[in-house]
T-cell receptor, first 114, second 113 residues
């Protein structure tokens, strides 16, 4: 089955700096890669996703890049703000996956210092 | 409100109790999931239902028993739990095809005493 590794497990940045979180996956058939943000005491929420036919996707201050050859994808947050502080999860799923099961990474706790 | 509602929000139960967690979605999704979230394993898949049929049981102990009576409702029946089962239990729903993200509920914070 799919295995998703996520690094780093914790990340501390100064407000205004950029943050990068990286994930690798094992199943070359995976073709959908969402990212979720979970604020303290709240539910995980989808913030951006990318499909395997695209190499990069942007939405305001966040972007995701995908390298299918190397089987890794990354989340980039620019001009970080204190409200970006949360736990971020990457995930992957593949076309043969009945029920659209996502395999999640272990999470990254991002702390943005004012 | 995201369209996925979980009840109760908090539950404290003894090891000999029987209780049930409820999840309801009004998004027209046809797949529903139970995840366990704890400090050790941040998002651990427990059960998957697609079109009301269970498609995945991720080696979950039999003291957890899921039920999906229709595409909008999902239950997790609990009995004879252990203290290590204390965690946040998250329900999610999605379209059943790859390429769509999940919508999570707010979770049930379960404490087993």
């Amino acid at each position: 089955g799919e295995n998703v590794e996520q690094h780093p497990s914790t990340l501390s940045v100064q407000e205004g700096d950029s943050a990068v979180i990286k994930c690798t996956y094992s199943d070359s058939a995976s073709n959908y890669f969402p990212w979720y943000k979970q604020e303290l005491g709240k539910r995980p929420q989808l913030i951006i996703d990318i499909r395997s036919n695209v190499g990069e996707k942007k939405d305001q201050r966040i972007a995701v890049t995908l390298n299918k050859t190397a089987k890794h994808f990354s989340l980039h947050i620019t001009e970080t703000q204190p409200e970006d502080s949360a736990v971020y999860f990457c995930a992957a799923s593949n076309v043969d996956n009945a029920g659209n099961m996502l395999t999640f990474g272990g999470g990254t706790r991002l702390m943005v210092k004012p | 409100e995201t369209g996925v509602t979980q009840t109760p929000r908090h539950l404290v139960m003894g090891m000999t109790n029987k209780k049930s967690l409820k999840c309801e979605q009004h998004l027209g999704h046809n797949a529903m999931y139970w995840y366990k979230q704890s400090a050790k394993k941040p998002l651990e898949l427990m059960f998957v239902y697609s079109l009301e049929e269970r498609v995945e049981n991720n080696s979950v102990p039999s003291r957890f028993s899921p039920e999906c009576p229709n595409s909008s409702h999902l239950f997790l029946h609990l009995h004879t739990l252990q203290p290590e089962d204390s965690a946040l239990y998250l329900c999610a729903s999605s379209r059943g095809t790859v390429g769509y993200g999940y919508t999570f509920g707010s979770g049930t914070r379960l404490t087993v005493v």
